[in-house]
């Protein structure tokens, strides 16, 4: 049962991470300018960045590189360039101030995927040939994946720093520091369940099969939790969703769980809650609370946001998004967007100077550095504080499910909604 169980979530999560993907990109250009490093804190806690990269601080690297290969999907339709932005910033942060892997300095190789399956093959064989590459960075690709770990096939280890569902959880030699979409619909149900104490939940969706297929598993998921749940639906290009609202006992329900994640839909919700005057609890993806969002409605909406990552708007006592924030405005291009995946990028740079390190730069080789990914518990910066590969059923790859949820009160206040949920232990 739960081997089945975990199938339908990744072939909903499939789903649910192109239409993240699609939405993270049409936002990305409008919002860039909003979510710039500016007003970052300027001190960097090199304490922090220690940890994280397991490096030396006061430490300038130098000498010989290590190399490491990264794979992004940019220059096409669909493009996520904050991604390799944030990766070389923590990159160049890294070097300048933790002594890199070693004493020596990291150096990013880059190969992008621009739209087509085919270009996950070049880039696999790219990195292949590079004898100096022991360790493939991966950022999130909604295109090329089965290509690229295909032609992989686990000849050097594989560090993805944003996993989609499919390939990603499966793949050989490779490790997931961030399920990304995949946490999202593993936590929704224990939030309702044990945080909001839920009895009644209303689902709605569009009606595209994807979207379907989401609400779906989060209906016989919460079901299963005894939550009784009442279910509609609407048409993919609907911007009214009062009827859906009102039809799925919005206005009743203990909590609403709302499949939308592109900006018209979350706007539409939006405007619903205020035209019904809803106070129900609202759960929904962080892909809400963009600050194009907030500029078309005056504020963020009032709702609960789940999201795998670190929230950049909620106070932070571990001072994570902080330290973020800093080393963008001091080693990122001035105005670099922060939001989107950004903070996967950074965040796996982060991780794989750790695993590097844990090597020794003078044993690094794609043996060594395997065995050292497969062992990595973490933490991740801005992400999981634990990871545990291997213990996540039928999904190998994926080192944690780990999710935040944060409650947003208005006039920027962001609260942290409990710890991290599935957490490995």
């Keep these: 049962m739960r081997s089945t169980t975990t199938r339908r979530l990744r072939t909903a999560a499939a789903s649910l991470t192109c239409a993240i993907t699609l939405a993270a990109c049409a936002n990305g250009a409008a919002d860039s300018a909003g979510t710039s490093a500016s007003g970052a804190p300027k001190k960097i806690d090199a304490a922090l960045g220690t ?5 030396k601080s006061g430490t300038k690297a130098t000498g010989t590189p290590v190399t490491i290969g990264l794979v992004n999907q940019q220059g096409g339709a669909v493009s996520n360039p904050e991604f390799t932005v944030a990766a070389q910033a923590a990159a160049d942060y890294i070097n300048a101030k933790l002594g890199g892997v070693g004493g020596h300095p990291i150096k990013l190789k880059s190969c992008y995927i621009v739209s087509s399956e085919e270009q996950g093959q070049v880039c696999a064989q790219r990195l292949l040939a590079d004898r100096s590459v022991s360790l493939i960075l991966q950022g999130g690709l909604n295109v090329g994946t089965q290509s690229l770990h295909r032609t992989v096939d686990g000849k050097k280890p594989v560090l993805i720093g944003q996993a989609n569902p499919g390939p990603d959880t499966v793949a050989a030699n490779s490790y997931a520091t961030n399920a990304s979409a995949l946490a999202s619909l593993h936590g929704v149900g224990p939030y309702l369940e044990n945080t909001l104490k839920a009895k009644t939940a209303a689902i709605v969706s569009n009606d595209n099969a994807g979207d379907l297929a989401i609400a779906k598993i989060f209906k016989n998921d919460l079901e299963a939790r005894g939550i009784k749940v009442t279910y509609a639906t609407f048409p993919a290009t609907s911007t009214d969703l009062i009827s859906p609202l009102t039809a799925a006992g919005a206005q009743k329900a203990d909590a609403v769980v709302p499949i939308v994640v592109t900006t018209t839909g979350c706007t539409a919700l939006a405007k619903a809650y205020q035209q019904l005057s809803l106070t129900t609890p609202a759960v929904v993806s962080n892909l809400c609370a963009t600050d194009q969002i907030k500029n078309s409605l005056g504020d963020y909406p009032k709702w609960i946001y789940s ?4 929230s950049l708007q909620a106070d932070d006592p571990t001072g994570q998004t902080d330290f973020f924030r800093a080393v963008m405005a001091a080693y990122a291009p001035e105005n670099a967007e922060l939001q989107i995946n950004a903070p996967y990028g ?22 060594s550095v395997a065995e050292a990914a497969r062992d990595y518990a973490g933490p991740v910066l801005l992400g999981s504080p634990t990871l545990d590969f291997g213990s996540v059923a039928d999904n190998p790859t994926i080192g944690s499910l780990a999710v935040r949820f944060y409650k947003y009160e208005g006039s920027d206040v962001w609260k942290a909604s409990g710890a991290w949920i599935n957490a490995p232990k």
Aim: no cysteine; net charge positive.
């Design 51 to 55: 940890t994280f990269s397991g490096g």
């Design 346 to 367: 950074f965040s796996a740079v982060f991780s794989a100077a750790k695993i590097l390190n844990t090597v020794g730069y003078d044993k690094i080789n794609a043996k």
């Design 307 to 310: 999201s795998s990552t670190l």
